[in-house]
């Protein structure tokens, strides 16, 4: 049972725990974000970021409609080329840490410019 003083107010412990937590994961997530940018141009720059690409910038796929983390993890894990769509990006093996990684930094672009 939690108690109430006169000058408490309910959730106040629970605000500040949130906030503290916050203050570890933003970290976390900023080294998550830096991998994937590095994975991003070490195995898809070829494609997705240089002047002559062949599928779309990074930052076009980050304003995308099916650019939230979990739609971007989903997307890393399978194929995309089939017979119908014999030039489409292949399936880029990765780990779930790269997936996690790549996915952390296509969806921190939301914002750019």
């Known amino acids: 049972m939690i108690r109430r003083t006169a000058n408490s107010k309910p959730g106040r412990a629970f605000v500040a725990a949130l906030a503290f937590a916050a203050t570890l994961v933003a970290p976390?997530?900023?080294d998550e974000v830096k991998d994937g940018e590095a994975l991003a141009d070490r195995l898809?720059?070829?494609c997705h970021v240089v002047s002559q690409q062949v599928g779309p910038a990074f930052v076009d796929i980050a304003k995308g409609a099916h650019a939230s983390r979990d739609a971007l993890r989903d997307f890393l894990r399978g194929t995309h080329s089939d017979v119908r769509h014999p030039n489409a990006m292949p399936a880029p093996e990765l780990s779930e840490q790269q997936i996690d990684?790549?996915?952390a930094y296509i969806a921190s672009l939301h914002g750019a410019q």
């Open 44 to 46: 898809c720059g070829r």
């Open 28 to 30: 976390a997530l900023a």
């Open 101 to 103: 990684a790549l996915a």
